[in-house]
């Protein structure tokens, strides 16, 4: 053992020398090449208190003396001056401009206290028990020492996180270098703690794993010699590291209280230290998990390390993207998201009907069952909002009416012992709602700040609010819009019938002895009657959607010709290929080549001349519809042809071409107009051919028509 023990002291000695040399040249090297730079001038003082610290260790070592009170002080000034080094460069100290972090009070009050009592627990047990600790006052010191390594560790994350991206390179190893030092001390005092006593290996190790943070500081010191850092301190992280270490050092006292439980509890004591660490961590769940002491915790951190009570950027982004997120129940995000800003566990939200008439209706609830009723009062709350866009607190309300005017408050909001915050919802000067939010779950005090945020945060959530409501009438608009056009459709139809029927009807006196008349007047009522009785199958929606089906083009043609056999002047058909097939729906077709067929004959004189043409175009058939009327001007065929509603018959629709192209176009082909005024106008479908037309033709298009 006593071989064993020389063996260990003498590692020791040279483990703690080489980290002696390690730390003073490296703190001699930055005092020199300082040239009056603050940061390698402090960084120089810390790294030879280390390099004093770990002198003393080794001496100790050397000569076995106990200098146990000086190495303990030496320990603990060793991590007062590394903790000092990592908040100068957070830049609590900082001043002629302003940090993220602000307040030297905030940061340096409660670790000064906690470095005090550092400083009296290692005086008292050092100068009794030796250092180490024995007996019952190592505990006590091994604690202070584990949360010392914590609270290093918590300020080295802190600086690498909130340093700007762009600006880590210069800092990381910086970062990596003292965290090895304090991580060792934890991992340790650690160890110490669990097995009551410091492990002689882990011990000498200690040397040689300080002087390793020696190169990792050194590089940042060349990288960044100014020291100069850009911090943004994120409220969020600054809210999960104090969360964290806050119950780091609960759970420490925790774990020291049930270390004294199983020393005194006897027979007892180990059951009494495992139901209380158990009981403990039940209770740090409870409190981590409860939402008033994270609000709580968020206030605290706003007030006592920011100069604003909000980090607006991380604000109004989570504003947004509450706002922004898929759902149809917006009223209700739009609740939560107002109440996220002051913490409150629920709300209402009511859009006005009639600011003068003092209606409004509850458009959502979140945690808190009020509605709204009818109230002589409602329009002075309306018009007090319209007017003054303030937030409303009820309870200084109660206390103090006449800050607000002559403002009503109706009787179901006042009644309401939950609510705290009236909230307006302003788009463009006028007033689309309000939201009523709950007390909050911590006490609050309205100032300037949180007013302003609210009613900014309430006007963001209107204008959301408004284009959800703007877009179910745009939307109820589209399907009146649709229905509209479908009856537009039908009744263009219809016209069409009724001028079929009335042609027949003002020749059948002159021609009813007529037999060839009288069978073209019996076709042309039973395609009526069919063409009627196909409109009310659609108009009952028994069967709206096309069904597409091969169709012969030249017997198609035939068809529409005969339909207009009465007409003047009567159209010719010309077929130059037979056996073209083309898909699509018969009826539909037939009613597009109607169209432009009649179109031509009532821009045609009686006398004029009126030609259908079908031909084939390579794998396409074109059908050519040609008059010699009074024609169209280039400027109509661009801007008034083929848009809907426009025409310059007394008694028409304007939408027999639009529709035409719509549906050849959805075909795959094309329509092509070719038109000269008091010369005529040539309309040419092009269609593609069904699969089993495209075939080589057995005579030339050229032969048939000749």
Known sequence: MEASFEMLTGMALISYSIAMLGFLLFGVFLLASGKGQLYRIILGMVSLSTGVWAGVLAGQSMWHATWSLI???????????????????????????????????????????????????????????????????????????????????????????????????????????????????????????????????????????????????????????????????????????????????YLLAMAFAGYYLRIFGGSWGAVMQVAFLFGALILLAGILFSGGFRSWLRVFISKHFYNYNYDYREEWLGFTRRLSEKGPDLEQRAIQALAKLVESPGGAAFTVQGADAGDCKTVARWNMPLTSEADPDNASLFRFLQKKHWVIDLREYAAYPSLYNDLAIPAWLHSFPRARLVVPLSLHGELFGFIVLAQPRIPLKLNWEMTDLLKIAGSQAASYLSQQQSATHLMVARQFESFNRMSTFIVHDLKNLVSQLSLLMANAERHKDNPEFQRDMIDTVDFSVQKMQLLLHKLSRQDSMERQASVHLDALLEQTIRAKSNAEPRPVLEVCATGLIVMADRERLERVLGHIVQNAIEASLKDGKVVVRVEREGERAAISINDNGKGMSEGFIRDRLFKPFETTKSAGMGIGVFESREYILALGGELRVNSRESVGTNFKIILPLHQTTILPAIQSQKEICE
Request: aromatic content about 14%; hydrophobic content about 60%.
């Open 71 to 249: 190495a303990a002080l030496a320990e603990v000034f060793r991590n007062i001056g590394w903790t000092l080094f990592l908040l100068l460069l957070m830049g609590v100290f900082r001043k002629g401009k302003r940090s993220a972090v602000v307040g030297i009070n905030s940061w340096t009050v409660a670790i000064a206290i906690f470095y005090a009592a550092s400083v009296v627990i290692t005086v008292v047990t050092s100068w009794r028990y030796g250092y180490p600790a024995t007996a019952l006052a190592f505990m006590s010191a091994t604690v202070f020492r584990v949360a010392s390594a914590v609270l290093g560790l918590f300020l080295v994350e802190q600086l690498y996180r909130n340093t700007v991206v762009e600006q880590r390179w210069g800092i990381k190893f910086t970062c990596l270098g003292i965290g090895v030092l304090f991580a060792y001390d934890f991992f340790m005092y650690s160890d110490a703690m669990l097995f009551r006593h410091i492990s002689p290996e882990i011990w000498v190790a200690r040397g040689v794993v300080n002087v390793l943070a020696v190169p990792l500081i050194a590089i940042s010191a060349l990288r960044n010699p100014k020291w100069s850092l850009s911090l943004t301190v994120s409220r969020q992280i600054l809210f999960h590291s104090a969360a964290l270490f806050g119950a780091a050092i």
